[in-house]
């Protein structure tokens, strides 16, 4: 539907408020709507046209409300959304929290309710029902006593106007409206410009804006500096709209998000953990784990709700269905058990813990490294299409490289080796341009030497040489070659290496390999110089007891995939095992056998 819309953000407005007019057949309206309605003698009629011939060709019957939030949605660019986090919230997710947070209130005559990240107004909309049908209150006096947003982009603010006034005009109210909807940055919240009317609120609801910390423009990320729970390195834009949202709220008031629940665990949240733990409020969280709440995106979401009043644990629900049932059982983890610096494992919480209580973390039973970080995979590694004596053949667009075989070295991508390929289907070769000293430390080869030992890899990179260039969005100042690796991580490694996917759908299968020169990518390895060691830990991670953890505890992805990386896994307990116990362990071989082996030390 874009390509028969204008680009014009005002003309795109006229032509949707136009359209619901014609469908709804409404033919009063007030002045504010009246600057956006089209007539056939307008100069737009004919764009106008377009998209109704369009609406009409896919057998449109009805634009509703909820139509019209979600075409607010769709036009806002691509650009703008990576910027500003914003997207569409279904009408079940904003009927629950609403329900939520409201049901309680016995005023709603008095109430004012807020959405800071407001968007085209969803929330603010189904609130302002609500109002209405509840006190029949007219929403003249809803939209100027009871409603409040706030939102950083000005045609946000205009599309939240338009929604509101076609709500009242649709129920029969032909008059013109104040609305308190403010355009600015929720950030500044700390400054001593920011309006006082939008504070003390009764209930703040609403989807806070998901923005990693490496898309925050540079000004934002300064302005999260004012929370005290962004101070623990970059962060999400999404961590200080918790702070802001609980220091807008009155004493007794209440939040409603929908939200990221990375927050449980991510590295970058530890302060946000630490803020509800020192203030112990009245949480409750609905975790989706790995469902998808919002079509097309790989988001992975909960509903969080705060009251200010003190409480001695935090309530827990799983929803891995988003069934939203009416009566939601919460199990409750009191808060002097939740560490903030480790993350919170809130499934099967008394199991976790349990587990986690055993032994030695695995983080600390065994060193761990990432793979290799060129920031560049389709240049540097490759599975020759042949070889000869001196050199493997890399295909690229139909030419043929060689590449000098000294220049290259084994690589596996370790997130393939939970697979029943055998290792030696996945080694793919690297282009290394690093001798390892002396000390045992890679240092990259001069330019000049590798175009004299090495004429064709050098000829090869630099025809990639664009490619390399725009590596860290063009930022290679810093490297000390063009040709060099993005990063300089796990160049040398240590000869024992147990590999480990990123991500998994089933029981581990980790491979154990003792080989110095063998590189890695795409994944992890626990490594060491103890053969023993390592096979012990093989048994573990094998395991049905370390798999379940996984899955009660770890980051679900779609399609039944779990994250394995550091934060979700590195406090499993390993059992500290007599001689005589390594020895009975070792010498299990049947899975089932070696699961009841281990057992007893979990139970």
């Not at 909309?125 to 982009?153: L, W």
């Not at 703040?204 to 000004?219: F, H």
């Not at 430390?441 to 090869?460: D, H, R, T």
């Not at 063998?518 to 012990?536: Q, S, T």
Request: with cysteine.
């Amino acid at each position: 539907m874009k390509r028969n819309l204008p680009q014009d953000p005002f003309l795109i407005n006229r032509i949707f408020v136009s359209i619901y007019l014609i469908y709804n057949k409404v033919e009063a309206y007030n002045q504010f709507i009246e600057r956006y309605v089209i007539s056939e003698t307008d100069k737009d009629y004919e764009e106008l046209g377009k998209v109704l011939a369009f609406l009409d060709k896919q057998n449109v019957k009805m634009i509703n409300l909820e139509d019209m939030i979600k075409l607010f949605e769709f036009v806002i660019s691509p650009s703008d959304r990576i910027v500003t986090g914003a997207i569409y919230t279904p009408k079940k997710i904003r009927k629950y929290i609403l329900d939520a947070c409201l049901r309680k209130n016995t005023d709603l005559l008095q109430i004012r309710v807020a959405d800071i990240a407001c968007g085209c107004g969803g929330f603010l909309m189904d609130a302002a029902r609500m109002i209405h049908r509840t006190t029949k209150m007219p929403y003249r006096d809803i939209f100027k006593r009871c409603i409040y947003g706030i939102d950083i982009q000005n045609y946000s603010i205009e599309r939240c106007q338009i929604l509101l006034n076609l709500l009242a005009l649709t129920e029969g109210e032909i008059v013109d409206f104040d609305f308190n909807l403010l355009c600015a940055d929720t950030l500044d919240f700390k400054s001593d410009a920011w309006n006082s009317n939008f504070s003390h609120f009764d209930v703040i609801v609403g989807n806070p804006p998901y923005v990693c910390g490496r898309n925050m423009e540079d000004d934002i990320k300064l302005k999260t500096k004012w929370y005290e729970v962004c101070d623990s390195g970059s962060t999400d834009l999404y961590i200080p709209f918790f702070q802001i949202a609980s220091e807008m709220l009155n004493e007794e008031g209440k939040i409603g998000y929908i939200t990221m629940n990375s927050f449980l665990k991510s590295l970058n949240a530890r302060k946000l953990r630490a803020f509800f733990v020192d203030n112990q409020f009245d949480i409750h969280i609905v975790d989706f784990r790995g469902y998808q709440v919002f079509k097309g995106k790989s988001t992975y979401t909960c509903l969080f709700f705060l009251e200010k009043e003190k409480s001695k644990a935090l309530h827990y629900s799983c929803d891995e269905q988003m069934k939203l049932a009416k009566r939601m059982h919460y199990e409750d983890i009191p808060w002097n058990l939740l560490d903030a610096e480790k993350g919170w494992n809130l499934n099967q919480n008394k199991v976790a813990n349990k587990i986690e209580s055993v032994g030695t973390p695995l983080f600390e039973f065994c060193q761990t490294r990432h793979g290799i970080a060129t920031l560049s995979n389709k240049t540097y590694i490759f599975l020759p299409n042949k070889e000869d004596d001196k050199y493997y053949y890399l295909e690229k667009e139909d030419v043929s490289y060689p590449i000098e075989k000294t220049l290259c070295k084994d690589i596996v991508n370790s997130n393939k080796l939970n697979s029943e390929k055998a290792l030696v289907d996945l080694v793919h070769k690297a282009i290394f341009p690093y001798v390892i000293d002396k000390s045992g430390k890679a240092v990259l080869i001069k330019e000049e030497v590798i175009q004299a030992k090495y004429p064709c890899a050098y000829s090869y990179l630099q025809s990639q040489r664009e490619t390399l260039d725009k590596r860290d969005k063009g930022k290679v100042g810093d490297y000390p070659a063009w040709y060099a690796y993005g990063r300089t991580q796990s160049l040398v490694m240590p000869a024992i290496k147990m590999f480990f996917p990123k991500i998994a759908n089933k029981p581990l299968n980790c491979v154990i390999v003792e080989n110095s020169n063998l590189l890695l990518y795409n994944g992890m390895a626990f490594v060491g110089d103890d053969m023993r060691k390592m096979k012990i830990l093989q048994k573990v991670l094998e395991s049905d007891i370390f798999w379940n953890y996984v899955v009660a505890n770890s980051k679900p992805y779609t399609s039944g995939y779990y994250s394995l990386n550091g934060s979700n896994i590195k406090n499993f307990g390993v059992p500290i095992f007599t001689e005589e116990e390594v020895e009975e362990l070792l010498s299990i071989q049947n899975k089932i056998d070696i699961n009841n082996w281990l057992a007893r030390y979990y139970s």
